[in-house]
């Protein structure tokens, strides 16, 4: 009888190489989106700059609103550049939804700024009042604030210090805009400057609540990203 010696292929000696528990990402993130933000958050600064001078010096009325309205332009056109950049990338640095979130929040506080200083315009001012130069210098530091944070929005700790620091601010902006929109309706005021001073004050005063709300998104991020 024959047997027939069934022949199988020899084993390789070497080993399979190790599967690496990290798979390597052949396309990479678009990083420009934090320039970006930061390019918003800087117009932020500067238009929330200028009107503070507007409220401290309201002969120049018409320069800083012609201002104001060329960093808002700038502003736009940013936010617009993120929204393209949001649908030309493949992989972005963060989740889409926060990068749309935090790119339109910015824009509104600019937005924002925009709106009360063509109020100003619109109601000829030609007054200093107090309140109004010092929330808008509390607008100033939250604008700066936010800025910090979105230069540091990988590290979560120094965001959350940045919150910190805001709420305090809000909350000084809150008893600012309590104590002018109260002494506006002292005494017998004249009804239009009422009218006038206390729109100028509520877009001030929501001004930096908005910035509260660009923080929380930040805030979020940062934790979620970190």
Avoid at 143 to 151: N, P, Q, R
């Amino acid at each position: 009888m024959c047997w027939l010696r069934a022949s199988f292929p020899a084993r390789s000696s070497q080993a399979a190489p190790p599967t690496s528990p990290h798979p390597v990402r052949l396309i990479p993130k678009d990083e420009g989106f934090f320039d970006l933000f930061d390019g918003l958050a800087d117009r932020m600064v500067k238009s929330s700059t200028v009107l503070s001078e507007l409220f401290n010096e309201p002969t120049r009325l018409d320069f800083f609103v012609g201002k104001i309205k060329e960093l808002e332009h700038e502003a736009d056109e940013l936010t617009h550049e993120i929204m393209l950049r949001l649908d030309r990338s493949f992989v972005t640095p963060l989740d889409r939804e926060d990068i749309h979130s935090l790119a339109t929040h910015l824009d509104n506080v600019v937005d924002l700024i925009d709106g009360t200083a063509r109020r100003a315009a619109m109601f000829h001012v030609t007054d200093r009042r107090e309140p109004a130069k010092q929330l808008a210098g509390v607008l100033v530091k939250a604008s700066e604030s936010i800025k910090e944070a979105v230069h540091k929005v990988r590290q979560p700790t120094e965001v959350a210090r940045i919150g910190r620091l805001l709420k305090q601010l809000e909350e000084e902006g809150d008893a600012i805009y309590t104590s002018a929109v109260g002494d506006l309706f002292k005494g017998s005021p004249d009804p239009l400057e009422v009218i006038k001073w206390k729109e100028l004050y509520d877009n001030l005063e929501h001004a930096i609540d908005v910035c509260d709300d660009v923080l929380n998104v930040l805030e979020s991020v940062s934790i979620k990203n970190s």
